[in-house]
């Protein structure tokens, strides 16, 4: 026997009603279980009290189909009712009687005789298009006590899959109304501020929380040539076809999690130029504390960057040129000046030679004239390598090194140990040029500004990265001038700024730690892809 599907007056609740003494609350539990398990007996009253009213009762279909109407909505805790293709209700369950105030005796009675049913618009219509075309119709009410409910009307089908009538389905959809109420009346609040962000210069948009673009102002229809119509509606970084800094995932994670975010995007205006900007991106709280938005805020940045972009090349350009000024000037010194003093001391010694004999005194005097050539012609030799080692075009890297730290420590007394591991191919040229400035300009630093008497110098090739490590254990750079070297470079030499440029070209870094024990700093780039036929050449006497 089907239970429960039927309710009487007694189980529902009246609005308004005061609170039930225990008594009565027990009465009601006793008659309510009688309902439920006696629906068959309530059937029967009902028939009974409406037996002068046999159009209802007996409706050929309600008998026969009770059963099953019964046990398709016994055990069910949605709100639904069944009616028959004439419309007639043919069952409902408990929370149904409570939303529509039904009671046992409207079972045969026409659901759009109910006056609780005006809060369905056309319901009539609608049951009636469900059953003849077999499809299902939707809308969303609000019940009597203010309630919202969204009503599904589908058909009720039978075992022989004919339609028998329909079923109506209230779900209780109060919570995501009223939620959507407060996020569009925080979205209308947030819409409203962002009027005054009109007479900013910045673009700044408003983004909901899936990215769609929800205000647009002023200053991003002239920074962007789209204006708020059309932008409005669109997810963000599809419509500006945006390049993020990392990828767009961590970019919201850190967003979400921090309530903020800072970095510089690129960005597609409408006229297909890319632009840079300087975003500064902001989540928008609701009363509740729930995210309901995005303040984005863009500043153009990209006149900055090209005039960054310009400085970068010029200081490279500088960079290479004055590494090609070096060499010719060091080749003018050793061919020129060079090959100069050395003649001069051959006609020295042999003029030498033949006033010895007469003149001691002379001779004296020429001895020195030689020793005072040879110097000067030594100077000119060590200048013009210093200047461009000529090691470093012929026998590479390690050994323009290890020729360089000979001298260096042969004159500053620092003593430096040098160790090179990269492999037996040799670098290419401006790699190997790097690497030799970098070591030239830190071992100077570290002879003239730490006070260390040791040096130590790494050189290796780690997959593909080339890492140089120079340490000493000096004084260490003062924090002031450490920061300062760290961001900008400030007013400081260019030494260190120098190294950085010669990394930038090579897409490489330059860290630098410094402490009271002493300085450390590492260089590294990534080694360069070699084009197909350009080959490095062999090591020559490296390994
Ligand atoms: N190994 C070191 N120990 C202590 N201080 C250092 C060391 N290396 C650099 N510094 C500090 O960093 C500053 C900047 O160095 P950088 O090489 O850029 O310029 P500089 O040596 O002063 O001048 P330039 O290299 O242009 O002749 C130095 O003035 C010095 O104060
Ligand atoms: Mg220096």
Avoid at 313 to 336: F, K, V
Avoid at 392 to 402: I, K, Q, V, Y
């Amino acid at each position: 026997m089907p239970k429960g599907n039927i309710i009487s007056r007694k189980s529902v609740k009246k609005k308004g009603a005061t609170s039930p003494q225990p008594r009565e609350v027990g009465q009601k539990i006793q008659s309510r279980r009688e309902d439920l398990l006696s629906p068959e007996q309530e059937l029967d009253d009902t028939k009974s009290k409406y037996a002068g009213r046999p159009e209802r009762l007996t409706h050929p279909d309600l008998n026969s189909n009770h059963a099953a109407a019964a046990n398709l909505v016994r055990n069910v805790d949605a709100a639904m009712v069944i009616v028959d293709k004439s419309l007639r209700i043919r069952g409902f369950t408990p929370s149904a009687a409570e939303i529509l105030s039904l009671i046992s005796p409207d079972i045969g009675c026409p659901i759009t005789d109910l006056p609780s049913a005006a809060i369905f618009a056309q319901l009539e219509s609608k049951i009636r298009d469900v059953m003849a075309n077999v499809t299902t119709k939707e809308q969303e009410v609000t019940d009597v006590r203010g309630v919202w409910h969204s009503l599904r009307v589908r058909p009720y089908m039978s075992h022989a899959n004919k339609v028998e009538g329909a079923v109506l389905t209230l779900t209780n959809i109060d919570n995501q109304k009223r939620q959507a109420a407060a996020q569009k009346q925080a979205m209308d609040e947030l819409r409203g501020q962002s009027e005054l962000l009109h007479l900013a210069h910045d673009s700044i948009m408003v983004r909901d929380v899936n990215s769609v673009i929800l205000f647009w102002n002023r200053g991003a229809e002239e920074t962007y040539g789209w204006s708020a119509a059309e932008a409005c509606g669109n997810v963000s970084h599809q419509f500006l076809e945006t390049e993020f800094p990392e990828p767009f995932d961590q970019v919201n994670e850190k967003l979400f999690n921090s309530g903020s975010w800072e970095g510089e995007l690129i960005h597609r205006t409408r006229t297909g130029k890319q632009i840079t900007v300087a975003s500064r991106q902001v989540l928008q709280h609701d009363q509740n504390g729930r995210v309901v938005g995005i303040l984005e805020i863009n500043k153009d940045i990209t006149l900055r960057k090209e005039a960054e972009e310009s400085l970068r090349n010029l200081s490279a350009r500088l960079l290479q040129l004055q590494d090609e000024e070096r060499r010719r000037i060091a080749r003018e010194l050793h061919d020129s000046t060079g090959q100069s003093l050395a003649a001069l001391v051959i006609h020295l010694s042999a003029i030498s030679a033949r006033v010895a004999e007469v003149d001691q005194t002379t001779a004296g005097l020429l001895r020195e004239a030689i020793q005072l050539s040879q110097t000067a012609s030594d100077e000119i030799r060590t200048l013009s390598y210093l200047l461009h080692p000529p090691t470093l075009d012929h026998a590479g890297l390690r050994s323009a090194l290890e020729w360089y730290v000979e001298g260096f420590t042969q004159r500053s007394k620092v003593k430096v140990d040098l160790k090179v591991s990269i492999g037996p191919n040799r670098l290419s040229e401006i790699e190997e040029r790097t690497l030799f400035r970098i070591v030239q300009e830190s071992l100077t630093n570290i002879f003239r500004h730490s006070g260390s008497e040791t040096a130590s110098v790494r050189i290796a090739l780690d997959s593909g990265i080339v890492r140089l490590e120079v340490s000493d254990k000096g004084k260490g750079i003062p924090g002031d001038i450490l920061r300062a070297l760290n961001s900008s470079g400030g007013q400081l030499g260019v030494g260190i700024r120098g190294m950085r440029e010669r990394l930038r070209q090579l897409g490489g870094w330059l860290q630098i730690r410094s402490m009271s024990e002493g300085t450390t700093l590492n260089a590294s780039f990534p080694i360069r892809e070699i084009a197909e036929g350009e080959g490095r050449s062999q090591a020559l006497g490296s390994s």
